[in-house]
């Protein structure tokens, strides 16, 4: 499994505990703009990941910013992510399940580091449902216009 990570500066400690934890899972991961310290606008670091996720044909990318807004806003914006900000264990295994989400954003000022670990094992390990209601439906998110 390959993860890419990323996080504004509203976001490194958090992002570093995470590279952490996947690493002792013994998880392949790339920090495209590594653990930023100082002010770094979080379109920016999106970007940076999602063209990683694209050219590494990486499983998933994990983001955090201070709220998670920021990033989650972002990262639905391309057209082949569909990013979910929770810290709820339920809700993480459904996005995996129905809408095949493989983005997961976090607020680093909103939820304690191990509610956050607990959420992303369950997440990476959730396989995504073959049902054809939710195949149908995850097509047609990539029929919306933006316009
Ligand atoms: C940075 O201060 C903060 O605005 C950012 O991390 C995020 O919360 C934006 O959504």
């Known amino acids: 499994m390959k993860i890419i990570l990323g996080s504004d500066h509203g976001g490194s400690d958090y992002l570093k505990e995470i590279s952490k934890l996947l690493e002792t899972m013994k ?7 590594g653990f930023p ?7 920016d670091v999106v970007k940076r990941c999602v063209e990683d996720y ?16 920021g990033v989650s806003i972002a990262a639905n914006r391309y057209e082949n992510i ?8 339920y809700q993480a295994q459904l996005a995996r399940e129905h809408n095949h989400a493989n983005c997961l954003c976090f607020g680093q000022r909103l939820y304690g580091i191990d509610q956050v670990k607990e959420v992303i094992k369950i997440f990476i ?3 995504g449902s073959e049902d054809m209601r939710h195949l149908r439906r ?10």
Do not use: H, M, Q, W
């Open 125 to 127: 390990n959730t396989i």
């Open 37 to 43: 310290f100082e002010s770094i606008d979080y379109p």
């Open 54 to 69: 694209n050219k590494l044909k990486a499983d998933f990318i994990i983001l955090v910013c201070g709220s998670g807004v």
């Open 27 to 33: 998880i392949e991961i790339s920090t495209p703009c």
């Open 138 to 147: 995850i097509e047609k998110l990539g029929d919306l216009d933006n316009g």
């Open 82 to 89: 569909r990013a979910v900000l929770t810290s709820n264990p």
